[in-house]
């Protein structure tokens, strides 16, 4: 039997605001002294209030925004209620049934995708994007767990895709994106190592009915694999679920409905929670914080003050400015890049400098933008240009000489051989190896008259 993977993603961003999400403490936790940031809102302590961030919900909407979702005019926070060392309060401030952002989508494999028939592109809908906040932090040792509430409070963004990934490479492809957009949007540093951005794939299976066009039902079962904390291991656990549940399929069986975790010392997913039922969380709205309403015109103010995104970039690049999708591609990668790009084109411009031998300079001589500025870069450019245009004299003395020791050329070429030519240029290269090769044929088409 043929199995088609069914995998959807859930990803938590951390935002980086100056404060944390409910109160004033300072959001940036890395690096600080356990417990040395907190107050009686982040410690959960009874009778504080929580007094949500605009900025923080303003990054959640931007996010939505990016990843065509709609915004909701209307928005509200609802308590998430469970029993955990790591909540203080026995319940997280979160989302439910009226997110900020809901049906969204965005785009994989585009000229560059390389596991797609060229110039087709794949859908992935994006079910919502929701506003939480991050829990403590708790660190084991030996018999020990210590809890840090330094990220008790700490804003954060859960993107929730629909079930359309058919494979581990498109999940890192959209995980590469959604890190990219991100960090456009300057809303997050999206670090994975410093667990700003944390994943957890569900994986199931379904018999592969290509060609029989029976509904396609999703398969009751899935794995949700936890703490993942690189693309790679992602990509990984993946593969591995996909290789064990296929087993287990094989054998007529139906792989059980868990929890997992990804062991890369062992190379495979391991058990952690296995789920009887759904797990109850008794949602209710929070009370302590009033519903959030948005005008159209607030959408579309904050839509305003957004970057350009990777997307439109990418096609600006490749059909207005005609690069080749891979240029684009490199230029496009990272904001900053883009816009010193950008940046350099105007100023070079004016000196008749070609786009194309701009992103040539940035791609291939690998220039430091935090080194060199813009119109530092139109100079050495100007000046490479006059090193390699040479002494229209010097060269005319040598394709003189030239001239005379290949007569039969010189004939051929009078008698309306043009493409000898090309020979003759092939000699004078033997002299100048480095230099331009249209210069060198005007010069010999003067000569030759
Ligand atoms: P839960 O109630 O466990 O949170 P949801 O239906 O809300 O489950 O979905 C959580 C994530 O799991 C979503 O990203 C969704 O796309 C994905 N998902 C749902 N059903 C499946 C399935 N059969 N196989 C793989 N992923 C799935
Ligand atoms: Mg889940
Ligand atoms: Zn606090």
């Known amino acids: 039997m043929n199995y088609k993977p069914v995998i959807g993603l859930e990803v938590h961003v951390e935002l980086k605001t100056k404060s944390k999400m409910f109160c004033s403490c300072k959001a940036d936790y890395f690096g600080e002294k356990p417990n ?30 990016a990843l065509n979702c709609k915004i909701n005019n209307f928005s509200k926070f609802d308590r998430k209620n469970y029993f955990y060392p790591d909540l203080p309060k026995g319940y997280q401030i979160s989302q439910y049934d009226q997110p900020f952002c809901t049906n969204g989508y965005v785009y994989l494999g585009g000229e560059t995708n390389r596991h797609l028939p060229s110039g087709t592109k794949k859908r992935i809908r994006i079910r919502r994007v929701h506003m939480e906040e991050d829990t403590a932090k708790l660190i084991h040792q030996g018999q020990d767990s210590l809890i840090d509430f330094n990220r008790s409070g ?37 670090d994975m ?34 703490n993942i904390n690189s693309f790679r291991f992602a990509e990984k656990a993946i593969e591995y679920e996909i290789k064990r549940q296929t087993e ?21 997913t391991v058990t952690q929670r296995i789920k009887e039922e759904a797990q109850d969380y008794r949602y209710f709205p929070e009370p302590d914080i009033p519903p959030i309403r948005f005008s159209d015109s607030d959408i579309a103010s904050i839509e305003c003050i957004m970057p350009e995104l990777p997307d439109v970039k990418m096609q600006r690049f490749t059909n207005i400015y005609r690069l080749s999708a891979y240029d684009a591609e490199i230029l496009t990668r990272d ?39 813009p119109a530092e870069l139109i100079q050495i450019i100007i000046k490479d240009n006059q090193k390699s245009s040479l002494d229209e004299d010097k060269l005319s003395k040598v394709i003189a000489q030239i001239l005379i020791e290949n007569q039969k050329a010189v004939t051929d070429y009078k008698n309306g051989k043009v493409q000898a030519i090309g020979f003759l ?13 249209r210069q060198i044929k005007n010069v010999l088409e003067k000569s030759l008259k």
């Not at 569900?202 to 060609?211: A, F, P, T, Y």
């Not at 287990?248 to 495979?268: A, F, H, M, N, Y």
């Not at 240029?425 to 090769?437: C, L, S, W, Y």
């Open 335 to 373: 904001r900053k890049i883009a816009e010193y790009f950008d940046e350099t084109t105007v100023i070079g411009f004016h000196h008749e400098i070609k786009r194309k031998r701009i992103a040539n300079y940035i791609i291939n001589r690998k220039i430091d933008i935090n080194k060199i500025l």
């Open 248 to 268: 287990i399929l094989s054998e007529g069986k139906t792989p059980v409905q868990e929890t997992r975790g990804w062991d890369e010392d062992k190379q495979k």
């Open 425 to 437: 240029i092939g000699k004078v290269k033997q002299h100048f190896p480095k230099a331009d090769t």
């Open 154 to 190: 700490v804003p954060l963004v859960e993107i929730v895709t629909e079930p359309d990934f058919e494979s581990a490479k498109e999940v890192v492809e959209y995980l590469k994106k959604l890190q990219q957009i991100v960090r456009y949007l300057n809303v997050s540093d999206a």
């Open 193 to 226: 190592e410093k667990g700003n951005m944390r994943l957890e794939p569900n994986i199931s299976l379904m018999i592969n009915d290509k060609g029989l066009r029976i509904k396609k039902t999703l398969p009751k079962y899935k794995v949700e694999v936890k």
């Open 36 to 65: 040395t940031n907190t107050c009686p809102v982040c410690l959960g302590l009874p009778g504080a209030l929580p007094v949500p961030n605009k900025k923080a919900i303003e990054g959640c909407v931007m996010i939505g925004l």
